[in-house]
C-alpha cells in the first residue's frame, strides 16, 4: 500500500517563504506531484519529481530524495493567492501507475 | 478553465434515484479517473480507464458504475446510494498511464443523497 504524510495546516506571512513537507511509503514509486487546490474548486498540477534533487518553477520549487522518501514544496515570494492547501500525490502501487493524495497542508498566507 | 468538463455542477438524488455523471475531455488523453472527495480530505480514487478500457477499481461498491464509452468520456452511473455517498466527484484525465503524465481535474460534481 501507499501511505503518506504531510503537515495539516501551516500559516504564513505575505513576502515570506513557506516549505510543506510529504514523507511516502510506497511499493513501486513511479514519481511525486504536487498539486494546489483552493477551496471549492480543483485540485492544479504543480510539479512533478521522479529522479532525486530540485524542480524550479517561477515561485515554485519541489525537491525530491528517494531514499529517504522525502519531498518539499516550497513557495517563495508568499501571496494572498497562494492561500489554499497543497496535496503532495505518489504514482506507484503494484500496477505502478495508482496516484494516491497525501491529506493536504492548508496553507493561510497572512498579510 | 479547466479542459475537463463535468456534469452536472451539482446534483441532489434520493436513495431510490438513478443518476449519471458526466465528464468530457478533448486533450487527446487516453487515461481517464474518477475520485471521490469528502470535505476537507484528499481525493479517493475510484476508478482508472486506460485507453478506454478498466484499469483499476478501488473495491468500489457496486452502486458505482463507471463507463467509458469513448476516449474522450467518461461517465459514473450512481443507483441506490446512501448519504454518506455525498461528496465532491471529481474526473480527471491524463496523456497516458505513463508514469510522468500529470492528471488534469474537472472542477467536479457536488453530490447530495437524501
Known amino acids: 500500500g501507499q501511505n503518506i504524510d504531510q503537515p495539516t495546516e501551516m500559516t504564513a506571512t505575505e513576502g515570506a517563504i513557506v516549505q510543506i513537507n510529504c514523507t511516502y511509503q510506497?511499493?513501486?514509486?513511479?514519481?511525486l506531484f504536487w498539486y494546489q487546490q483552493h477551496a471549492g474548486e480543483a485540485p492544479t498540477f504543480l510539479s512533478y519529481?521522479?529522479?532525486?534533487g530540485l524542480e524550479e518553477k517561477g515561485r515554485f520549487s519541489s525537491f525530491l530524495s528517494r531514499s529517504k522518501g522525502y519531498s518539499y514544496l516550497l513557495l517563495k515570494e508568499l501571496q494572498m493567492k497562494d492561500s489554499a492547501s497543497y496535496l503532495c500525490?505518489?504514482?506507484?502501487?503494484?500496477?505502478?501507475?495508482?496516484?494516491?493524495f497525501g491529506g493536504g497542508t492548508r496553507v493561510l498566507v497572512k498579510p | 478553465d479547466t479542459e475537463v468538463t463535468q456534469t452536472p455542477k451539482h446534483l441532489v438524488m434520493g436513495m431510490t434515484n438513478k443518476k449519471s455523471l458526466k465528464c468530457e475531455q478533448h486533450?487527446?488523453?487516453?487515461?481517464m479517473y474518477w475520485y471521490k472527495q469528502k470535505a476537507k480530505k484528499p481525493p479517493e480514487l475510484m476508478f482508472v480507464y486506460s485507453y478506454e478500457k478498466l484499469s483499476i477499481n478501488e473495491s468500489v461498491p457496486s452502486r458505482f458504475s463507471p463507463e467509458c464509452p469513448n476516449s474522450s468520456l467518461l461517465n459514473l452511473h450512481l443507483h441506490a446510494l446512501q448519504p454518506e455517498d455525498s461528496a465532491l466527484y471529481l474526473c480527471?484525465?491524463?496523456?497516458?498511464?505513463?508514469?510522468?503524465?500529470?492528471?488534469?481535474f474537472g472542477n467536479g460534481t457536488r453530490l447530495t443523497v437524501t
Open positions: 486533450m487527446g488523453h487516453r487515461a
Open positions: 500525490a505518489v504514482r506507484g502501487g503494484a500496477a505502478g501507475n495508482k496516484l494516491t
Open positions: 480527471a484525465s491524463s496523456r497516458g498511464p505513463d508514469y510522468n503524465s500529470p492528471l488534469h
Open positions: 519529481n521522479v529522479l532525486d
Open positions: 510506497t511499493s513501486g514509486f513511479n514519481g
